[in-house]
Each structure stands twice: as C-alpha cells, then as structure tokens.
C-alpha cells in the first residue's frame, strides 16, 4: 500500500502586504508556520501591467480608495529586486519555498534568469496572453497554470503556447505552430511533465454557487495532466473538498488581517484559519489512503469484537443435525461465520453444544 499523497499547498500572499517588506517577511512566517509548502507573491511593474487608464474590478473598488486609478493602486504594491532577494532569503530560512506569478515577460524573465525559480505561476488573467506563456515555455521552468474566466478550448490554446515554447526552440511562433506543437508527442509530453492546471472562479469572494469544482476532474481528464484548484471563496471548506477530490496543487489567499485596506485582503483567511486549512488538508491526504479495500491495521483488533459467529440457539446433542431452531448468529466473531449459517443446516454436529456456545 503506498504512502498519502502530498498535495502542494501554496499560501497566497499576493499583495497583502500592502507593499511593506516587513509584512512581507512576516507573511513567510505564518506561512511556514502554518505547514504551507509554498508562499506566493505577485511580480509586475504597473507600467507594463495596466494602462494609466485602467478601471478597477468592482471587487477592487469595493476594497480600495475609490478616487485612484488600477495603475495607482497597483503602483504602491510592487515589490523591487532587494525585496524579492529578502523574502526569498527567509523562505530559504523558513524551509518554505518561493512563487512569484509574473503579469509581462520581463518579470517572467527576472523570476526564470535573476533569481532562479524552478517554477513558475501564470495568473488566470494571462491564460489568453501568448507573449507570457511563450516565455514561460521557452524558460523550460514548471508552470502552475489558474484558468479562472476560461473555457475548456481556451485552456487547451493556452497550453498549445506551452508546448510550443517548450519544444520548438526559437521557431517563429504563431497560432498554426502552436496547434501543431499540441499534437506532437513530445509537445504534449512536455506539457504533461512540466504544467499543472488549477482550476478557479475568478471573483472576489467566489459564490459557491459558481466554484463548479467537479471542473477540476474535466481538465485533468482532458488533457492528462495534473489539476489543482485556486480557491476564492470565503472560509476552507471548498479547498478541503478539493484535496479530497484529488488536488494536485490548492492555492488559497491569506492576510495578516482581513481588516487591513488593500484589493484582496477581505477575501483572504487569517493565519489562525491558514493553520486549519493546512491541517484539515493534511488529515484529508491520510483519510484518502488507496484504493485497495481491506481490512485497516487499526480495526483488526475490533473483527472480534463486532462481527457476529454461528451460536447454538438451544442445547445441540453430538451428532444431532443442525437446524433453524438450534442454530442462530451472535457475537462475538471468535467462531464459524454466520455466511456458512445455510451450509450447516441438516449437517451433523460433530461435537455436543450447549445453548450460546460458539459453533467453532
């Protein structure tokens, strides 16, 4: 029987910390504390994200000052190269590892080339953005992909770029290549290796009504490949049921404090929440176990104890014959099981018993 399986949990700090780099580090540390795998951050410079122009999600102006522009809100949350060194030293000191998603393929790069991350997280946002997932692919970093907003044949367009910039070296890109290197063997190959898809709803706090969860088993049915969830929506029960579902990956947001101004910190959970869903998933992935069914070690000593054996209903002479009247089930399960109750029927009992003896 093989071990639990591990489901990846990354604790979403996103821009949480409000652009500080204290709440930052500090974020690292509940984060590890809690039993989360991985922390993730969020790397762009506003100038390459959003136009000056750009009008706020509604959630966002829910959330934030109302009079200031995307790119002005987005502008006091942007972490800088010595900020991004520091919380990937101290996750380096915590033993929890680091995720950044990039929002433009110069932070992809500077994530991919500067610091060296093994894995890269592509934003829901971006599923429709070739120039980002061309880049990812040709970094040949892992991808977590969220595919919150989006259709099935989106996605697999998404991960047609993938394949391409995986496989096909510095060929021209275009939509035909991008198709072709879907269908190739080693186009999909490289994409079953290297990317994971997440599941979302993209809306802040998602409606349960709208989660859809059982959209995690459609897209690792349709592309082979691992899925996991990003979660939205208020609470743990959603990502809990997604670990048991079968999860490869579950990202939740997280905030110091949930009263803290800024776009996401009133859908995220506290730390004290963090820690239960940490521990729920982790109780889920040993709850899971395989697929055999057989007896648990834990319950052997209660087989006993709970079943039942074939018991002599009245006095049974040796030799006499058992019948409907001398023959009954009782516990404890220490003799003949009672599924041989029809077998021993008119048979000759080959020993004398008396009333609520166990048959043996």
Excluded at 142 to 166: D, H, N, P, R
Excluded at 188 to 215: I, M, Q, S
Aim: aromatic share 6%; with cysteine; glycine share 6%.
């Amino acid at each position: 029987m093989s071990g639990p399986r591990h489901t990846e949990i990354i604790a979403e700090a996103g821009v949480n910390h409000n652009g500080s780099l204290d709440r930052a580090l500090e974020m690292v540390d509940v984060a590890a504390e809690a039993g989360a795998d991985t922390i993730k951050f969020q790397t762009f410079r506003s100038e390459h994200l959003v136009t000056r122009a750009a009008p706020k999600a509604r959630y966002q102006r829910q959330t934030t000052d109302g009079d200031d522009t995307q790119f002005e809100m987005l502008r006091r949350l942007e972490l800088d190269d010595s900020m991004h060194r520091a919380l990937l030293a101290r996750c380096r000191e915590r033993s929890i590892k680091f995720l950044s998603t990039p929002f433009d393929p110069r932070s992809l790069r500077y994530l991919a080339e500067d610091l060296g991350l093994p894995v890269l997280k592509i934003s829901s946002g971006d599923l429709t953005n070739p120039m980002v997932l061309l880049e990812a692919g040709r970094s040949g970093r892992q991808v977590i992909l969220s595919t919150g907003m989006a259709t099935l044949a989106e996605v697999e367009a998404a991960l047609a770029v993938l394949a391409f910039g995986y496989t096909a070296g510095r060929e021209p890109p275009s939509t035909a290549a991008f198709e072709a290197a879907w269908v190739k063997p080693e186009g999909r190959a490289a994409v079953t290796r290297n990317v994971v898809v997440l599941h979302c709803t993209t809306e802040y706090p998602a409606p349960f009504e709208d989660v859809n969860l059982r959209a995690m088993a459609t897209i690792a049915e349709a592309f082979d490949l691992r899925a996991g969830y990003s979660d939205h929506t208020n609470g743990i029960a959603v990502p809990i049921a997604a670990a048991a579902l079968g999860a490869a990956v579950i990202e939740k947001h997280f905030t110091l404090d949930r009263g803290l101004p800024g776009p996401d910190h009133a859908a995220s959970l506290e730390p004290d929440e963090l820690n239960h869903m940490v521990r729920a998933i982790r109780e889920v992935e040993l709850a899971l176990g395989a697929k055999e069914k057989a007896p648990a070690a834990s319950e052997l000593h209660n087989i006993a104890v709970a079943r039942k054996s074939l018991t002599a209903a009245a006095e049974i002479a040796a030799g006499a014959p058992f019948t409907e009247r001398n023959l009954t089930v009782k516990r404890p399960g220490t003799g003949a099981s009672p599924m041989r109750y029809w077998d021993l029927l008119g048979r000759a009992s080959d020993r004398a018993y008396k009333t609520d003896e166990t048959i043996e």
